[in-house]
């Protein structure tokens, strides 16, 4: 009889279990360890939102002082410029260069179109040699004839 009892013995199966599996079915969940899970949850969902806001805001603050210092900078040289201003030697010498002023007694130089004028091939041979011509003309009797063609001219239709 004992023979045959050794051959009824039951078949085991192949183990397929893997060690991840092993490694959750030997976790125990008390209570205890539910409420703490819960817990953090729960400040998890509370605590986010304003963590959010905390970092729009820093990165909000951030650009912002970037912008204070840019305009900062920018406030500093409108101020050296209006210190510049103050001075009456850099106003005088700004009415001489941009208006042209001279103070009393001063002679001015105006130059007009001081650039040479480009030569092309080497040296420039004039056109023409210039004559000068005289006229005999009367000014005074022609400018009197215009103005009194203009002014006895027929009134323009309006």
Do not use: C, H
């Not at 820093?58 to 209006?82: C, F």
């Not at 001015?108 to 004039?126: K, M, Q, R």
């Not at 009797?141 to 309006?158: D, N, Q, R, Y």
């Amino acid at each position: 009889m004992a023979g045959k009892q050794a051959e009824r013995r039951p078949v085991a199966l192949p183990e397929t279990e893997t060690a991840a599996a092993r490694w959750l079915r030997g976790l125990r969940l008390s209570g205890f360890s539910l409420v703490m899970m819960g817990l953090l949850i729960m400040a998890v969902v509370v605590l986010a939102p304003g963590i959010r806001t905390y970092a729009d805001q820093r990165q909000q603050i951030e650009s912002l002082t970037i912008a204070v210092e840019d305009q900062q900078g920018t406030v500093d040289e409108l101020k050296s410029e209006r210190e510049r201003w103050n001075d009456r030697t850099y106003v005088t010498t700004q009415a001489r260069d941009r208006l042209s002023y001279v103070l009393p007694g001063d002679v001015s130089f105006l130059v007009i179109n001081d650039l040479a004028l480009p030569v092309a091939g080497g040296t420039a041979e004039p056109a023409a040699t210039p004559t000068l011509q005289t006229t005999n003309v009367d000014w005074l009797s022609s400018m009197f004839a215009s103005v009194m063609t203009a002014g006895l001219a027929p009134e323009a239709a309006k």
